[in-house]
């Protein structure tokens, strides 16, 4: 108690003092799931709303294989890209391990089955209904995609929440492909494991209570986005 | 064949013009759901500017019917229609015979928008000047009467009100052809006396055909010129409204309306 005490106080300190280091690991930690979060909802919505369109039957079996890389532990996902950029690995030339633009790719991995599984499952819920009614005003087959991505907007919306909470909170995959390099890649989620082995829990408490702000800020603004989209 | 003529000819120009005196034509249509029969049609022309009631107890195939009359599903078999062509598989011509005709579903999906731009959508689709569409749209919430809901969302309406954009909705877009699957059965009888009231003002100001599938006979009996009775995806009887009320043919029919079918 005393421990979770001094590191609110630490956390407010650090806030308050503007510590560089701290900032520079928050910028990075934000710069990179945001990233990985933007690349996976491009990737992710696009086949989410195909897959959601299409008849349950015959996309069942793609549907299993995304609902499992759902529950993708981050170190699996770490170490499949890890395989793939170090120096023996196919895309080793790109020198891009130990990176943050490797910390990207590994969370966007991560992110786009999230994305994509729950994308899909609010399409096909928007699908059947709006369908035939936005058929039946005489809309083209591309309007009758449109509308039916419009009508599912705020549960896409809460997909791509759900994918930043997944990444901005994930460890495994940053720790080993990121390799937390402090001031190059380090992250608050690897800094907080760090902190904690060296017995600094207090600046690892402070961290941990930055992170969940951050996450609460976030969310509370796409809520706020939400809320204006329902209010036009 | 002097009176047929006179019947489908019409002056165009000075000219005498055939026309087709039929929005729908089937032949031989039936629609099977895994291998079950549900609708099976010989024949059955749909006179232009009429208003029809398609009445029948559950499971006689009347929603099904209009799915089809509206393509939202291909019959199984059998050839369709729409002003004397043939419709036939999804395409730019299918989608400009659609833009004829409309439906209005027992429950009512509104869009998850403003009541105007749920009403705007289908003029929208149609390409409208914005002008067009504002004029347009504004009347069809007048003569549904709820203008003061313009700017509302439309899923915060009561079923009442949802049905009676719905309807906004699908008169903006001045069909041909008005489909109407059991629109009022989830209403209060108030809105039930406007829905009917706006449908036959629809028919009266525009000509418009209106084919409506109704539970309820007494509606039928209001509103229709001629019924059309199903029974187990079968045409049993149609005829004018009179006729089938007062001196049905077929025993099913006159059990069905004196409420004595037990099905």
Same mark, same amino acid.
């Given at each position: 108690?005393?421990?979770?005490?001094?590191?609110?106080?630490?956390?407010?300190?650090?806030?308050?003092?503007?510590?560089?280091?701290?900032?520079?690991?928050?910028?990075?930690?934000?710069?990179?799931?945001?990233?990985?979060?933007?690349?996976?909802?491009?990737?992710?919505?696009?086949?989410?709303?195909?897959?959601?369109?299409?008849?349950?039957?015959?996309?069942?079996?793609?549907?299993?294989?995304?609902?499992?890389?759902?529950?993708?532990?981050?170190?699996?996902?770490?170490?499949?890209?890890?395989?793939?950029?170090?120096?023996?690995?196919?895309?080793?030339?790109?020198?891009?391990?130990?990176?943050?633009?490797?910390?990207?790719?590994?969370?966007?991995?991560?992110?786009?089955?999230?994305?994509?599984?729950?994308?899909?499952?609010?399409?096909?819920?928007?699908?059947?209904?709006?369908?035939?009614?936005?058929?039946?005003?005489?809309?083209?087959?591309?309007?009758?995609?449109?509308?039916?991505?419009?009508?599912?907007?705020?549960?896409?919306?809460?997909?791509?929440?759900?994918?930043?909470?997944?990444?901005?909170?994930?460890?495994?995959?940053?720790?080993?492909?990121?390799?937390?390099?402090?001031?190059?890649?380090?992250?608050?989620?690897?800094?907080?494991?760090?902190?904690?082995?060296?017995?600094?829990?207090?600046?690892?408490?402070?961290?941990?209570?930055?992170?969940?702000?951050?996450?609460?800020?976030?969310?509370?603004?796409?809520?706020?986005?939400?809320?204006?989209?329902?209010?036009? | 064949?002097?009176?047929?003529?006179?019947?489908?000819?019409?002056?165009?120009?000075?000219?005498?013009?055939?026309?087709?005196?039929?929005?729908?034509?089937?032949?031989?249509?039936?629609?099977?759901?895994?291998?079950?029969?549900?609708?099976?049609?010989?024949?059955?022309?749909?006179?232009?500017?009429?208003?029809?009631?398609?009445?029948?107890?559950?499971? +006689? %195939? =009347?929603?099904? $019917?209009?799915?089809?009359?509206?393509?939202?599903?291909?019959?199984?078999?059998?050839? @369709? *229609?729409?002003?004397?062509?043939?419709?036939?598989? +999804? %395409? =730019?011509?299918? $989608?400009?015979?659609?833009?004829?005709?409309?439906?209005?579903?027992?429950?009512?999906? @509104? *869009?998850?928008?403003?009541?105007?731009?749920?009403?705007?959508?289908?003029?929208?689709?149609?390409?409208?000047?914005?002008?067009?569409?504002?004029?347009?749209?504004?009347?069809?919430?007048?003569?549904?009467?709820?203008?003061?809901?313009?700017?509302?969302?439309?899923?915060?309406?009561?079923?009442?009100?949802?049905?009676?954009?719905?309807?906004?909705?699908?008169?903006?877009?001045?069909?041909?052809?008005?489909?109407?699957?059991?629109?009022?059965?989830?209403?209060?009888?108030?809105?039930?006396?406007?829905?009917?009231?706006?449908?036959?003002?629809?028919?009266?100001?525009?000509?418009?055909?209106?084919?409506?599938?109704?539970?309820?006979?007494?509606?039928?009996?209001?509103?229709?010129?001629?019924?059309?009775?199903?029974?187990?995806?079968?045409?049993?009887?149609?005829?004018?409204?009179?006729?089938?009320?007062?001196?049905?043919?077929?025993?099913?029919?006159?059990?069905?309306?004196?409420?004595?079918?037990?099905?």
């Amino acid at each position: 108690m005393v421990e979770i005490w001094a590191g609110l106080v630490q956390a407010t300190k650090l806030i308050i003092d503007l510590d560089t280091e701290l900032l520079a690991i928050v910028f990075l930690s934000l710069k990179v799931s945001i990233a990985a979060v933007i690349t996976a909802a491009l990737i992710g919505i696009p086949l989410g709303a195909f897959l959601g369109m299409r008849p349950p039957v015959s996309v069942r079996w793609l549907e299993k294989l995304i609902n499992t890389l759902m529950g993708l532990p981050p170190v699996v996902a770490g170490l499949v890209i890890y395989l793939l950029l170090s120096n023996k690995g196919p895309l080793g030339p790109m020198e891009l391990l130990f990176t943050p633009m490797a910390m990207i790719t590994a969370q966007t991995v991560l992110a786009i089955p999230i994305i994509t599984g729950l994308t899909l499952v609010a399409v096909r819920d928007k699908h059947k209904e709006i369908k035939d009614t936005a058929v039946t005003l005489g809309a083209s087959q591309q309007m009758v995609i449109w509308t039916i991505i419009r009508e599912a907007k705020r549960a896409i919306m809460a997909a791509v929440v759900a994918g930043f909470g997944r990444v901005v909170a994930e460890v495994g995959a940053v720790m080993m492909v990121g390799g937390n390099i402090q001031g190059n890649t380090r992250v608050m989620t690897t800094a907080i494991v760090l902190e904690t082995r060296k017995g600094n829990f207090q600046f690892a408490l402070g961290l941990g209570i930055i992170l969940l702000i951050i996450a609460f800020i976030i969310n509370s603004l796409l809520y706020r986005i939400q809320g204006e989209v329902r209010n036009n | 064949m002097h009176l047929l003529l006179i019947h489908c000819c019409t002056e165009f120009k000075g000219r005498c013009v055939i026309i087709n005196p039929f929005v729908y034509q089937l032949e031989d249509i039936s629609k099977s759901y895994e291998g079950k029969k549900v609708l099976s049609v010989d024949k059955l022309d749909i006179e232009k500017g009429k208003i029809y009631g398609i009445i029948g107890p559950s499971g +006689a %195939g =009347k929603s099904t $019917l209009l799915r089809i009359l509206n393509f939202l599903e291909p019959p199984s078999h059998g050839n @369709l *229609f729409f002003n004397g062509m043939t419709v036939t598989k +999804a %395409g =730019k011509h299918v $989608l400009d015979m659609r833009r004829k005709m409309t439906m209005v579903f027992q429950r009512p999906i @509104l *869009f998850d928008t403003s009541v105007y731009n749920n009403v705007k959508y289908g003029l929208a689709a149609r390409g409208y000047a914005k002008k067009d569409i504002t004029k347009l749209t504004s009347n069809a919430l007048d003569e549904v009467g709820l203008t003061e809901f313009t700017n509302r969302n439309a899923r915060s309406l009561s079923g009442g009100e949802a049905q009676r954009i719905a309807l906004a909705r699908a008169m903006v877009l001045k069909p041909e052809v008005i489909l109407l699957d059991e629109p009022t059965s989830n209403l209060d009888p108030a809105n039930v006396a406007i829905v009917e009231k706006i449908t036959k003002r629809l028919h009266e100001k525009q000509g418009t055909t209106v084919i409506m599938v109704t539970h309820n006979i007494f509606q039928a009996q209001r509103i229709a010129e001629e019924i059309l009775f199903f029974f187990k995806g079968k045409l049993i009887e149609r005829g004018s409204t009179d006729k089938i009320f007062n001196n049905p043919q077929d025993d099913r029919t006159g059990a069905f309306i004196n409420g004595e079918m037990i099905y």
